[in-house]
């Protein structure tokens, strides 16, 4: 993926967002220029549109003021309670229309502002579920856990949970996101 973000890069974009907001996936309905994902916060009415452009109108990949304000009918015509706009990179005016129209936005150089305690639990929340399925428990303490001995780890799981403890640690919010997506991943495969 190197510095691009590809149309996969932007859909795990919204998966993380999801999984540290803790939506759950209501609907998801794909059109030709990307993904709308409908989710509400856990334990809630509330209805949140999350619209992944994956392909945009204009041939350098930066998604203008049209589609931002496609979202906007959409938001009102539907009566969404909150919307996301997620793609690779926004034009300046784009990204003024979403402040004004209340619309949150991610892209590759713009994330929501997550706190490293709250990825951290986020991403704890999938070590334990990813624990039990594995290996069905989830270790109390380090040493109940059997994916690390004699230096060496037989266990993913266990090997990015070591990473984003050290991540946590230092503050590192970026590779924290990045163990996260790891977890997603795994989460994902694990599902299918």
């Keep these: 993926m190197g510095n ?13 967002i999801m999984a540290v907001e803790d939506y759950e996936r209501e609907e998801e309905q794909r059109w030709e220029k990307g993904i709308d994902i409908i989710a509400s916060p856990f334990k809630s ?14 041939k350098s990949g930066v998604i203008g003021t049209t589609a931002v304000r496609e979202m906007g009918e959409e938001l009102e015509r539907k009566d969404y309670d909150k919307g996301f706009l997620i793609g690779k990179r926004f ?10 129209e209340g619309i ?3 892209s590759k150089k713009i994330m929501p502002p997550f706190e490293p305690q709250r990825l951290y639990v986020t991403i704890h929340n999938h070590i334990n579920r990813l624990c039990r399925a594995k290996c069905g428990h ?7 856990c059997k994916g690390y001995s004699d230096g060496h780890y037989s266990c993913k799981i266990r090997l990015i ?20 997506k790891q977890f997603l991943t795994i989460d994902k495969s694990a599902s299918n």
């Design 91 to 100: 034009t300046k005016d784009a990204r003024d229309v979403m402040i004004q």
């Design 4 to 16: 691009e973000l590809t149309g996969e890069g932007v859909v795990e974009m919204a998966e993380l």
């Design 161 to 180: 949970s070591d990473n984003a403890q050290f991540h946590l640690e230092r503050g590192w919010v970026n590779l924290l996101q990045n163990d996260l």
């Design 45 to 58: 009415d509330d209805k949140i549109l999350m619209r992944v452009i994956t392909k945009p109108s204009s």
């Design 138 to 144: 989830a270790p109390k303490e380090e040493s109940d």
């Design 104 to 106: 949150e936005m991610a």
